[in-house]
């Protein structure tokens, strides 16, 4: 599925192929596959990030509802 997603990324280029090649050989890279390969790994592990702190955002909203929904002991006998 990844390979023809990124041959398909290729082929839609046209104009800015030469452009893109350009900027992958700068970068280090063999091939333009290669390149967009690289490309759709970061993003795929970007996405994983936002999703990580996003469940750690909601947990930690929830520890905070749960401390305030907590009576507060206005005694010191309860």
């Known amino acids: 599925m990844q390979t023809q997603q990124i041959l398909k990324m290729i082929e839609n280029l046209r104009g800015r192929r030469t ?3 350009k900027k992958a050989s700068k970068q ?3 091939s333009l596959y290669a390149y967009f390969e690289n490309k759709l790994l970061q993003e795929k592990t970007a996405l994983e990030e ?3 702190e996003l ?3 909601k ?3 929830k ?3 749960e401390e305030k ?3 507060k002991k206005t005694c010191s006998c309860c």
Do not use: D
């Open 69 to 71: 929904s907590k009576p």
């Open 63 to 65: 520890l905070l509802k």
């Open 28 to 30: 280090g890279f063999k």
């Open 59 to 61: 947990a930690e909203e």
């Open 19 to 21: 452009y893109e090649e």
């Open 50 to 52: 936002n999703a990580k």
């Open 55 to 57: 469940e750690i955002a």
